[in-house]
């Protein structure tokens, strides 16, 4: 059963716009992380945020985390054509990361 | 740079022809993961290594094995692939405490079936 589902699947946005995608998760987690992907690549590590906290940030990211709503959002700020790519959320339950659909985000010079 | 290499990039095999996917790292991590990732999908685990302890999946296919001869190279066999095994197959690494840290993947190997 899949453990995160992620709103919108896909989101075009022009250069210097905000971008924010939503992961929603269905059990008790450990910590919740996101990824990205850039196509045809592997993931790389963005940021990860624990069960306690509500509210990281890490450059132009910023990711929020409500356990009581078992949602996450991930706000991307000052979006750049670079940062084109598929964002997953990924919840750790009892020792292994199970991925979301993903975030298709195209930003558009 | 520390890193996790996959070989090849692309792989090219015939419907029921064995073949072989290769990782290695540099990152020293204890934990090496193989997930498959099928096209507009979310990566989906396969099995995993915490050092030399192999852990399946339930739902994993007995047609994929896996083999980790030493802390720095881990491997995928597919014995028999078929069309639907087609995928990107994503080799990750972490340290110490499973999925309690961030994962490090390699950029992933493309495997076709004709």
């Known amino acids: 059963s899949q453990q995160g589902e992620e709103d919108p699947q896909a989101l075009s946005i022009q250069e210097g716009e905000n971008a924010t995608m939503n992961c929603s998760y269905k059990?008790?987690?450990?910590?919740l992380q996101w990824y990205r992907q850039n196509s045809g690549r592997g993931l790389v590590h963005l940021i990860l945020i624990r069960s306690n906290e509500r509210e990281k940030h890490s450059g132009r990211l910023r990711v929020t985390l409500d356990t009581s709503k078992k949602s996450s959002s991930l706000l991307i700020t000052a979006s750049r054509a670079a940062d084109t790519a598929s964002y997953f959320c990924?919840?750790?339950?009892?020792?292994?990361?199970?991925f979301g659909q993903g975030t298709e985000l195209s930003v558009k010079p | 740079d520390a890193m996790v290499i996959q070989n090849p990039r692309y792989q090219v095999t015939q419907f029921g022809k064995p073949v072989t996917l290769s990782c290695s790292q540099t990152?020293?991590?204890?934990?090496m993961y193989w997930y498959q990732q099928k096209s507009s999908q979310a990566p989906k685990l396969l099995f995993h290594y915490y050092d030399k302890d192999f852990n399946n999946e339930a739902d994993t296919p007995d047609n994929f094995q896996s083999r980790r001869p030493n802390t720095s190279f881990c491997f995928l066999d597919i014995r028999s692939p078929g069309l639907g095994d087609a995928a990107m197959y994503l080799c990750?690494?972490?340290?110490?405490?499973?999925?309690?840290?961030?994962?490090?993947f390699g950029p992933g190997t493309r495997l076709t079936v004709t």
């Open positions: 990152l020293n991590h204890n934990v």
């Open positions: 990924a919840t750790d339950a009892g020792g292994k990361l199970i």
């Open positions: 990750a690494t972490s340290s110490v405490g499973l999925a309690s840290y961030e994962q490090y």
């Open positions: 059990t008790s987690i450990n910590n």
